[in-house]
């Protein structure tokens, strides 16, 4: 049995179509991620399963107890907000024991309850602190230890990072992993960033226009989307419409190499009725100008822009004649940021080239 089970569900907002008849199945002890772009519906959806909207159309049910009228109070959820919501006047002690005096448990229940919780997300020092005098992560520790405290069925995350700066935001995903494996609850992230959803989740929902586009795990999201809409919103991606050629070879429709002549693509046997390919930059990999032929996919180009992360350079190469293409290589291969105009060869494999269907269409749209 799933511990969350959503059938049918749609939500409208007068004449917006919210969410279109979303099915969803979320594994107990799963930590499961909902992305997609601004106003795709995650956040709606993960309201209706807060109980703090209810569906137009469909139901939710959590270990098999239909919960899709009952009310949020009613449903044995934790959630916590993306500002936290933190009881101002409240120290942390009262603010993780909130929940349990409404649940009217007693005294010593309370305190050994909130203790175990303060020890769980290591702020037990703290406990006599006022909100005003924690940190971002600490808040949000303490707003964890809260909807944690009530020990409920699911945890919802509504952008719980979102408030943090960049460093600590990495330093808090890996302690918001390492809470959720201790404690093994089944947990729901909405989240905009992508990096996020990825190092966190076991698997993901790709929204978009209310549907959802794709579920799987992390991996098969980059390296095998569904459709355009996935392999576009997923990471980084140059996508090459093409024409068959026969024997496993592509005449491509918006790049031309040298001289103008048509870049010529080889995605190998299998794929003749195949007209978009998407190509992952870091696939990409970069060649002495006058070195040896890499293959049947190679193509001589010019840097157009480049920038350092640290890691890897960031590329846009331009072919000549039109199109460009997006590479990400290690910055040893350089030894320094090389300038606009320097010429570069790239090359790939024929498997690095991954078929999509050139649509926008749901290909999976559930998931057990």
Known sequence: MSAIDIRGVARRFGALQALDGVDLQIAQGEFFSLLGPSGCGKTTLLNIIAGFLEPSAGSVALGGRDITRLAPHERDIGMVFQNYALFPHLNVFDNVAYGLRVRRQKGEAIRERVASMLALVRLSELAQRMPHQLSGGQQQRVAIARALAIKPQVLLLDEPLSNLDAKLRKEMQAELRRLQRDVGITTVMVTHDQEEALGLSDRIGIL???RLQQVGTPLELYRQPANRFVGEFVGQANLIAAQPEGGGYFKALSHEAAEGTPLRLFAGEGQAGQTLFLLRPERIRLAE?????AGPNEVEG????????GAELHLTVTLPGA??????APESLFGQVPQAGVGVRLSWEAHDLVPLPDDNAAAKGSAA
Request: aromatic share 4%; charged share 15%; proline share 9%.
């Open 302 to 309: 010019q840097v157009r822009e480049a920038s350092y992360t």
């Open 323 to 328: 199109g460009v293409l997006h590479v990400a």
């Open 208 to 210: 978009g226009g209310g």
């Open 289 to 293: 100008p006058d070195g040896a032929p």
